[in-house]
């Protein structure tokens, strides 16, 4: 499940659970990968049904507006699995 997942789609879905839902520009910040590629790694989440988008919207530092990500019910599942198949 982790190989299926990668290393960087594991730590987008980790860090949206860990941190609750964030816009793409935070998710980056807070994962330290660069913005577009962090962002291309949250859709591949969005595809599997992991991540979906909520109505919130936050206005990023250039005063543009911002989808706000959340993790789902099966990305949590999907989380949860990984995680204990690591320990």
């Not at 595809?47 to 949590?76: F, K, M, Y």
Request: charged share 30%.
């Amino acid at each position: 499940t982790r190989a299926k997942l990668g290393r960087d789609r594991l730590l987008a879905l980790r860090t949206l659970s860990e941190r609750g839902p964030l816009t793409d520009y935070e998710l980056a910040d807070a994962t330290g990968r660069q913005q577009n590629s962090i962002g291309r790694r949250r859709t591949d989440l969005v595809r599997c049904g992991l991540v979906e988008a909520t109505a919130e919207r936050r206005r990023t530092p250039s005063g543009a507006l911002a989808i706000v990500w959340t993790i789902t019910t099966a990305g949590q599942r999907m989380l949860s699995s990984t995680l204990r198949e690591v320990e």
